[in-house]
């Protein structure tokens, strides 16, 4: 082989091997809670979480190994706070991943009234605890207008997006809102209402999943920066998958919400009975960023000088 086809060949192989090792983004696991401890604070694993009732007190229910959000003839959601994750380069992403099994009765033609949502906390620590919110008793942290009905103190909405899936329509699909972060209309109840949210289109195809009882699914919920101005919202639901793009009002993520309409899942609202809801047996929170910008001038720089090297080899063999 003639020197100078081997060192360029050299320099090729060695510039693909760089390329294979280029940095990649790694997950930070924020929260990874299956309730093992039977308990719905922290606990002794630093992966575990807080769980708070969002609406009443009764919407919530633990035990060893599963989170119970009783919904059964109530409409009722759960919520955790963590870490505040900020979307603050190009392709940095945040997923909430949760499982959960559904109860002997599952409701029919229900539009929309499974949902999940991912907030900015706007640095409330009143977030961090049980929360009784209704139409009729609204609760300023979540943001509760002056033009809602009943009038609230003007407090700003939660910067975020709520997912919600069909139940029992036969053309069940994934949808997103997002929620108005003004001091107009949010209507102080979170997911509960989707009065204060605006739908952002397309929604997801018809037909692209079904409930059925006592089954376990997992779903998820991701948002990933793609711009300066845009995010990406993207969920799943077993086999089921949509994504829309969306500007953004926060970058900021330290929320994760779920909700359950009353007779969507279950037949009882009370807790610790059999048929009151869906039982989560994990949820993860993850951020994902993208690899620093030093880290891929590095790898190109010393390509750069590899090939210069090689060549300066090969001439000097001549």
Known sequence: MQPTLYWRQLALACLAVACVAAP???????????????????????????????????GIEVSAGSLGMVTGTSGRGIHTVFPTQTLASVGDRLVATYTFRTPATIGTGLSGPFRVGLFDTLGRPGLNADITASSTSPSPEYGWGTGATPAGPGTRGLPGYMMDMDVGTGTEDLNFRKHDSGTVNPSGRLLGTTTGFTAISPSGPDGAYTFAPNTTYTG????ERISTTEVRLTGT????????????DSTDIGLLAFWANSNAFGSSGTPNTPDNGIDFTNVTIEFIPVPEPASMTLLAVGSLLLVRRSGRCAASRR
Request: glycine residues 8%; aromatic residues 10%.
């Open 24 to 58: 990649v983004a790694h997950a930070q696991v924020i929260v990874n809670d299956s309730w093992a401890d039977g308990g719905r604070d922290n606990g002794p694993d630093p992966l575990d979480s807080n769980w708070w009732t969002s609406s009443a007190s009764t």
């Open 220 to 223: 998820s919920f991701a948002i």
């Open 237 to 248: 639901l077993g086999s089921a998958t949509h994504s829309v793009t969306d500007a953004f």
